[in-house]
């Protein structure tokens, strides 16, 4: 199991528990909270996925190099 699976493993845990706790009265997380959460767990997904998805890093520089001198790009 790679390190994906299990992190989806365990919040799929952590949301039946959740789940589970209210339907029998519990309110184990505030709205609120899990509205910023998911707000800043959104945004670093959207900056990684902006990072790795262009040429900004030293890696991603040479790559792009390598393209133009292939005329790839």
Known sequence: MDKASFTRFILLIVAAINAVLNMLGYQTIPEDFVNDFIAVVSGFYFLYAGWK????SKKGL??????KKNNLK
Request: glycine share 0%.
């Open 53 to 56: 998805n262009n040429y900004l």
């Open 62 to 67: 040479k790559q792009k190099e390598v393209l």
